[in-house]
């Protein structure tokens, strides 16, 4: 019987079996928190961001066409809100869309006033989604994440589900009530994106 000459070749070989097997079991479970889709959802569901940057869009034709959802910008800060936003949330009564609503989380601003211009011009009907909470700035300070926390939970503290347009990775900032959407650059194109709730 022949033996090995080298013998810390079948040691080396097991042990690099061992890693890739930890890394797949790694991923899979890191792909499991990152992803949108959440695991008893329908995977072909569909949404689109709108504001008034994009040219008139027919909700009827969305939604023939497939789209499911849409997220319509709110506001930004504490004086900005989005021209379009209360002319699509009365179309969309019309059809069978579930919207939410986007905030445009400043770091000029206060937490408090992101709330309350939010609430001034949006009112207490922001959707069936969670508000979606978007970074306004390329900053991840902890002093803008902690800034941000407070607002999600002042949203949550008046009953409205929350998600934020961070990584996973932030989640130490924020309460466990608190949704994420993976922004990283694998993820589908910002406007549009899995639905996380159906």
């Known amino acids: 019987m022949k033996r090995f000459r080298h013998k810390y070749t079948l040691?080396?070989?097991?042990?690099?079996?061992?890693?890739a097997i930890a890394f797949l079991l790694v991923g899979f479970f890191n792909f499991k928190r990152q992803t949108t889709l959440p695991p008893d959802a329908n995977s072909s569901a569909i949404g689109i961001e709108l504001n008034q940057d994009i040219d008139y869009v027919d909700?009827?034709?969305?939604?023939?066409?497939?789209?499911s959802f849409i997220y319509l910008k709110a506001t930004q800060g504490r004086s900005y809100f989005d021209e379009n936003y209360l002319s699509y949330r009365d179309q969309v009564l019309g059809t069978k869309l579930a919207f939410g609503s986007e905030v445009y989380y400043s770091n000029e601003s206060t937490p408090m006033q992101h709330y309350r211009y939010f609430f001034k011009q949006v009112g207490?009907?922001?959707?069936?989604?969670?508000?979606?909470?978007?970074?306004?700035?390329?900053?991840?300070?902890?002093k803008y994440l902690q800034s941000m926390a407070r607002f999600a939970a002042m949203l949550q503290a008046s009953g409205k589900k929350v998600m934020v347009k961070l990584?996973?990775?932030?989640?130490?900032?924020?309460?466990s009530q608190t949704l994420f959407m993976s922004s990283g650059n694998k993820a589908p194109n910002k406007i549009f994106f899995l639905v996380l709730y159906y």
């Not at 909700?59 to 789209?67: A, C, E, R, T």
């Not at 009907?125 to 306004?136: D, M, S």
């Not at 990584?167 to 309460?175: A, I, L, P, W």
């Open 124 to 142: 207490q009907n922001t959707g069936t989604l969670p508000v979606l909470v978007v970074p306004a700035v390329t900053t991840r300070s902890p």
């Open 167 to 175: 990584d996973h990775k932030y989640q130490g900032y924020f309460n």
């Open 59 to 67: 909700l009827h034709k969305l939604q023939s066409n497939g789209v």
């Open 11 to 19: 040691p080396a070989i097991l042990t690099l079996l061992i890693l």
